[in-house]
């Protein structure tokens, strides 16, 4: 059975099991009253409201694409970031040796996969240049990055922060001020890179062992300092979107919006970075994640209040009210 709300006689359709972003949006919903309803063209809020433009969604979502977003809009919130396939490999390496002395650390991750699968770190550009001459290897399209080596830390131990972020094509693009510290459970190394565990800090390297602990943003009062920098990484990447793909947000036929969580490193100078962006971010499904508590539920309420609820009720875009989110255009 497919899940559903109802405000008033307003009605939700969601199939079930599709995702956690709609897992939970369906749960919340429940919990808020809404009522289900097995048919689509009754339902006032439904999947098509979360189908954001396809191609809009793929450039933040595959590290290639964002990379090219990011180098021609905004190059200064993302390391040094090279594109890199079968094709051109040796012509990137070449371009890094002319620039650069081999005393640099490289991070190779495949565009079109997340939580830190096959993900390599290189010393050496002759270590890279061996693992493109390896018949073993993950082809296909990666990205070559320049790895921080000295990345602010928690008590020694190097974390990333995830922000969450609505773009719509009817409203321009919100960003929630609250997320969590992704702090990976072994103690940084900066020279040894045999085990990735205390490089990435991606919540499962190898299932089902957690390689993170994650802890909301409002434990940690330095967070205030960072998130101007936070919030202006953000607002240049989603300005950079919409002069690349304008008419992902206009409202043709149907209001829709997408969920994203974006990843950032800050460095030892305090200056953040942005790793990458998640279309529809893996959400925790269980009532028992400790971030449901400290984080979820005021996520959840905030996005149905401002985004599920005006859709649903058809209310002007004028006068509907963002709870807890920033406007990011």
Known sequence: MSINVCVGSKRFFLPPLQSPTIDNLAKYLQKQGWRSTRFKWRASFGERNLQFDLLAAECLEFKNLLAKLVARYCPQVLPETFCINDQNWSLVLSQIADKYHDDLVWILKPALLNNGQHIKIFQRLNQLEQHYLSSKRMGGEHVLQRYLVSPHLLRGHKYSIRLFVVITNYAGAY??????????????????????????????????????????????DFYEQFYPQLKATVTAVVKGLKIHYPTAF??????????FGFDFMVDADKRVWLLEANHGPWFPIHDEHPLQKHLYRAFWQALINSFVVPIAMRQPVEYIRYHSFESLL
Do not use: M
């Not at 085990?195 to 990435?200: A, I, R, S, T, Y």
């Not at 499962?204 to 940690?220: D, G, M, R």
């Open 175 to 220: 960003l929630y001020p609250h997320g969590y510290f992704n702090v990976a459970l072994q103690s940084y190394q900066p020279h040894d890179f045999s085990e990735l565990g205390p490089h990435l800090t991606n919540e499962h390297l190898s299932e089902p062992t957690a390689n993170v602990v994650q802890i909301p943003t409002t434990q940690f």
């Open 250 to 259: 206009i409202c043709q036929r149907q209001r829709a919006f997408a969920i």
